[in-house]
């Protein structure tokens, strides 16, 4: 009885909750091919084709097309991390269900930020390792770190995009509406 009244006085920790919200968010988007597949390697396989096998040889271009494509990595991780998911998860009811749960209202925005930002941290790390292996791009330890927090950073007015896309439009809408906004928005960046 004791164990029982020790346990049920304890709050829950509002950490926990968050880390194994997004640990769960995570593994459920990697372990969907469709997501994660073309979300890591759209990003890396453009920056290959532009920055190192038609570049010729410029570097300063190699290292402009690292910082460009790795906008365009954050806008897919980010607006289709949040978009697509949150409208299918309103249509299946998924929704509804979360907030029944006594779970703190915060944590499946932090999940689905957490998420997001994980995927961006993978594909600039992946886009780093070919642009200096490959592209020979320099790039101090100060500028790749520079780099790594900018796209970190740029995930989140993307996120609130793709989750503002994400609860207006249907679950089989919500792709066709999120290319309709990001590859605009992607071209007349730079990329």
Excluded: D, H
Excluded at 39 to 65: D, E, H, K
Excluded at 92 to 110: D, E, T, V
Excluded at 114 to 119: H, R, S, T
Aim: aromatic content about 10%; hydrophobic content about 60%; charged content about 10%.
């Amino acid at each position: 009885m004791n164990t029982f009244a020790s346990s049920a006085s304890r709050a829950p920790s509002l950490l926990r909750i968050a880390w194994l919200e997004s640990r769960n968010e995570f593994l459920s988007k990697w372990r969907t091919p469709i997501f994660a597949l073309p979300t890591l390697l759209f990003p890396v396989v453009f920056y290959l084709m532009f920055a190192v096998l038609m570049n010729r040889g410029s570097a300063s271009a190699a290292t402009y097309l690292l910082a460009t494509y790795g906008v365009f990595g954050v806008m897919v991780a980010a607006m289709f991390g949040f978009g697509v998911t949150v409208s299918m998860e309103r249509s299946q009811g998924l929704l509804r269900l979360k907030r029944a749960l006594p779970m703190p209202s915060g944590a499946y925005l932090f999940a689905k930020t957490g998420m997001a930002m994980v995927f961006v941290l993978m594909i600039t790390l992946c886009m780093m390792l070919v642009a200096i292996i490959l592209a020979k791009v320099s790039l101090t330890p100060v500028q790749g770190m520079l780099l790594i927090a900018i796209n970190l950073l740029g995930t989140l007015p993307f996120a609130a995009l793709g989750l503002y896309i994400g609860t207006l439009s249907s679950a089989n809408g919500s792709p066709a509406i999120l290319n309709m906004v990001m590859l605009p928005m992607a071209f007349l960046s730079g990329l």
